[in-house]
């Protein structure tokens, strides 16, 4: 399609492993030696409980499930220090993806963010320079919603006021995906920032010659 003529309206992006990094293994190893539990407990029972924190218990009452599940008995700075790292563990950002952002905006594209995060990660977000180009910034905690929820996809739409067909939505989880293109819209499976970018060109939204744009592969 030719660049500047675009069959979409607005782009979507997750933010988890597509605008972050995955948390770091240093960041990991700084909560086990924090936790005091072994490693394998402590990430089962994060995730295990991770989708009521995606959708807005407090930190306390999370972190709170975490400690009974693996036995521990954390006392509240220990809680507090465990959010913490937790926090900072998602902000690490991909140079290529903020960068694709940023071409994205100088073109007037609109875009917007849609990402299952907790209120701490959330808060931090709302102040990130990353994402000052999004119209909107959408979080599974003020929504109590959590993709692959149709009516998270559902009330994105409504709120941006696009149709399905103009909306491109842009996650690193297949099921995410998958429940998007179910409902029409234009979804596409982050592998890389090279693949993100042919994704964007193909809709006329990018031009691979753009400077600092990754390589389309």
Not at 19 to 43: C, H, K
Not at 130 to 141: D, H, I, P, Q, T
């Amino acid at each position: 399609m030719e660049t500047g003529v675009s069959d979409i309206e607005a782009v979507v992006f997750d933010f988890g492993d597509v605008i972050s990094q995955s948390p770091p293994p240093e960041d990991r190893a700084r909560m086990e030696r924090l936790a005091g539990v072994p490693a394998d407990d402590l990430w089962s029972a994060y995730w295990s409980e991770r989708r009521a924190y995606d959708r807005g218990v407090s930190a306390r009452e999370y972190w709170g499930a975490v400690a009974r599940r693996v036995g521990a008995d954390w006392d509240t700075a220990t809680l507090h220090g465990m959010w913490a790292l937790d926090v900072g563990s998602w902000l690490h950002v991909r140079g290529d993806t903020a960068r694709v952002l940023e071409l994205l905006a100088r073109r007037g594209v609109r875009s917007a963010l849609l990402s299952n995060a907790p209120v701490g990660i959330a808060a931090a977000l709302r102040q990130s320079p990353v994402m000052s180009g999004f119209e909107a910034l959408f979080f599974s905690c003020d929504l109590g919603l959590c993709k692959p929820e149709a009516a998270i996809y559902e009330h994105v739409l409504e709120a941006l006021g696009t149709a399905p067909e103009r909306t491109a939505f842009v996650d690193d989880r297949e099921e995410n995906v998958l429940a998007a293109k179910r409902l029409g819209i234009s979804a596409h499976h982050y592998a890389g920032g090279g693949d993100l970018v042919s994704f964007l060109v193909g809709h006329g939204l990018l031009d691979s010659s753009d400077s600092g744009a990754p390589t389309p592969r």
